[in-house]
């Protein structure tokens, strides 16, 4: 994994603005600002997908293992 | 019957102590199964009961703790435990450990406890909390060799990523793996970050090999994970009473993985379709605003349009009315402008006698020479 994203609160906020997006009474300074976070956020959710892996980790169990 | 002169003469004690000895000599511990009879619990807390087949009957006796459950005359058990002769009350195998054995038993000791557990609530749909989707840090209770472990890491790292998962590896048969699968449900409960979600899975196997994931400690301590429990036992058809302790049951360690983590197959396709649509909103709201934009400029010029207009218009007026007032227009109606003879109009008819005057009409002017008054 190369950088901690958190594909949930992206995927989030992606759904936000696609809402905003679909506002007729939207500023056009919003919109287009609207319109560049959405392209972003768009790349790097697709950068997760591609390479996000998963890290297994052994812990060493506390009881008895006798 | 004459006594034995050369064989030593032992107290009872020492009989006892002696027996003791040797019982433990040959028996650390032995593990007995036979059918459960005459049980009976004391003061909350004492067990007694005996394990019999067709031909003998041996003495038990344990504590409440040790019970893996609700029992009942007639099960067949497996108990490891320690002979012992006691002082007063005789022999009996002191338990060590207790486990219900083969299948009908099996089964019984889990309908009996099933029944405790649900009258105390522990398996009632309005305890399943939700587990978080996808969860970024699962913690794993299994065998780490086990078939389970490799199906549930396999769909996990097929389906998703960015997942930490923290294993503890656990016997999940024997006579150990309930005290450990409890163990390592509280270790991770324990944690000063504890995992999102702790997932307790084992394959395949007989109602024995399962049995673990139906003994009451593991149950209780499924129901009691303040961290919520996704459980999957065996295949599709065996229900261990873990898993219905559980907030989410899923039918196999695969369905497990499957359940906990979205495909990212699925997800590439509708972030595509998100992509898409994010181009056309982004083209609507900026048709939008050049629309906008084009009915500000259109209503910016017929302002200025009618501005001109309406200005136009007053100068008109103005022009029409100042053709009415000016002084050519008063002459053409007949006046005259009478100046004297140094040029100043005269509003006064106070002059001399005989003055020279200026007599200015529409059409040319004269002068004139002013006479007596009448």
């Keep these: ?66 | 019957m004459p006594l034995d002169a050369g064989e030593p003469e032992v107290s009872v004690s020492d009989f006892v102590a002696l027996l003791n000895q040797a019982l433990d000599y040959a028996f650390p511990s032995v593990t007995i199964v036979g059918e459960l009879a005459n049980f009976r619990v004391s003061k909350n807390r004492w067990v007694y009961f005996d394990l019999k087949d067709e031909f003998c009957s041996v003495k038990f006796f344990g504590t409440v703790y040790q019970l893996p459950g609700p029992l009942e005359d007639g099960m067949l058990l497996r108990v490891r435990g320690q002979p012992k002769l006691h002082n007063l009350y005789g022999f009996s195998v002191n338990v060590l450990s207790m486990a219900p054995a083969g299948e009908g038993s099996i089964r019984k000791a889990a309908d009996l406890l099933q029944a405790k557990l649900t009258t105390e609530g522990l398996f009632d749909e309005g305890r399943k909390r939700p587990v978080p989707y996808p969860p970024k840090r699962i913690g794993l209770v299994t065998s780490r060799q086990s078939a389970a472990y490799a199906d549930f890491t396999k769909i996990i790292n097929a389906r998703w990523g960015g997942v930490q998962i923290d294993v503890i590896d656990v016997q999940v048969q024997g006579e150990p793996a309930p005290a450990q699968i409890v163990g390592a449900i509280e270790q991770f409960n324990a944690l000063g970050e504890p995992p999102e979600v702790i997932v307790i899975i084992r394959g395949g196997g007989s109602a024995e090999d399962l049995a673990a994931f139906s003994t009451e400690q593991v149950t209780r301590a499924v129901a009691a994970s303040r961290v919520p429990t996704i459980v999957a036992i065996g295949h599709e058809v065996d229900l261990s009473l873990a898993e219905l302790a559980a907030d989410v049951r899923a039918s196999t360690p695969s369905n497990a993985a499957e359940l906990l983590v979205p495909d990212r197959k699925a997800l590439k396709a509708h972030l595509a379709r998100q992509a898409d649509e994010l181009l056309r909103l982004g083209a609507v709201q900026m048709q939008a605003a050049r629309q906008l934009l084009s009915l500000k400029t259109d209503s910016l010029h017929q302002y200025i349009e009618d501005l001109i207009k309406t200005k136009r218009s007053v100068y008109q007026t103005y022009q029409k009315l100042l053709a009415v007032l000016s002084p050519e227009a008063t002459l053409k109606r007949g006046y005259a402008i009478v100046r004297s003879n140094g040029g100043q109009v005269l509003r006064s008819a106070k002059i001399k006698p005989g003055a020279i005057v200026e007599v200015q009409l529409a059409d040319g002017r004269f002068t004139a020479q002013t006479k007596e008054k009448p």
């Design chain 1, 1 to 66: 994994m190369t950088k901690k994203l958190d594909y949930q609160a992206l995927s989030t906020e992606l759904d936000t603005i696609m809402a905003e997006l679909q506002r007729d009474d939207l500023d056009v300074d919003e919109a287009l600002k609207h319109y560049e976070r959405g392209l972003t956020l768009v790349k790097e959710l697709e950068a997760y997908l591609e390479t996000a892996e998963n890290k297994i980790t052994e812990l060493k169990a506390t009881f008895n293992k006798a």
